[in-house]
């Protein structure tokens, strides 16, 4: 029997299934109404906004960047380049040519430049100072606050990630088996704990693709033939999420939906603990750092501990804010 006849077909009309049981055009009508669908859901942002959108040259915020500008949002690209070889040398290549085709401003952003050095040199200096942090530990760490800081000098109404359904997933069971609720609730199309203190300190981050698959927005990049890099971070290969990426996708595959049955039971617990006001104290009452006097739930913040580590003293840890 040809494959022809055993291909299934588009439950939307009689073409080949592409991905989702839907054929190719019907697929990107969906895949894109979805996005709209979670902007409004969570009333993530509006066409008013002046949108920052972090991108890494991989798929999911390559994809995330497109979409926006598609449907009508007022977005410019950030990356923030933690100078990991060919790596990411490639990846800033493909941002550019990606942000010039569809006529999108990109903002560049170097650890190098910032920091004095790159991730991996970050890494032996922290290890060798006692803080025993993964790569990517620290990369997000320090990652996170220069997107923060360059997205508040910018003037940015908030910064969108290309987190999909399936690392959002992942991040919530590694939550639970760290029997760590206040991280868990600091999950969610919208990043954070939403206190006043947070929302003076830190620009607002939001997640487009949070109900869409890693699988549906791998098609989606792959039908736009966006030129990405599809392999993972060499820093990732050991990494304790890699450990809950694999577990789940063995559990989807034999058990589906399970990742899908994971967001979908904590959008309906965890997450509405952000709205209620019997929390209000609790969020509020968050620590400041010593030395950056942004929220915290110690006296030091991560991204202070680490630059102390590299500096070598205390004092020189908030030196390194240029913006």
Known sequence: MSMAKDAKKCIKCSKN??????????????FEKKVIRTILK?????????????VSGGKDSTVCLYVLKKIGYDVEAVTVDAIIGNYTKQNLENLREVCKKYNIK???????????????SIKMVAHEKGLNYSSCFICGVLRRYLLNQYAKKAGFDCICTGHNLDDEAQAFVMNIFRNDLSLAKRQGPITGSMSSKESK??????????LCTEKETTAYS??????????????????????????????????????????????????KMKDEKKGDKERDAINACAYCGEPSSKNVCKRCEILIALKGEAGDATKTNKY
């Not at 299934?17 to 969906?30: A, D, G, I």
């Open 17 to 30: 299934v592409y991905c989702s049981n839907l054929c190719r055009n019907h697929f990107m009508n969906y």
């Open 42 to 54: 969570f009333d993530l942002f509006s066409k008013k906004d002046r949108i920052a959108v972090a």
């Open 106 to 120: 990109l903002h560049e952003i170097s650890f190098r430049e910032e920091l004095g050095m790159a991730l991996c």
């Open 201 to 210: 300190a830190f620009v607002k981050r939001v997640k487009p693709l949070y």
């Open 222 to 271: 792959k039908m736009m033939k966006f030129p990405v890099n599809y392999a993972d971070c060499p820093c990732r290969e050991g990494a304790y999420r890699k450990e809950y990426a694999d577990m789940l996708d063995k559990f989807e595959k034999k058990f589906p939906p399970t990742k899908y049955n994971i967001i979908s039971f904590f959008l309906r617990s965890i997450y």
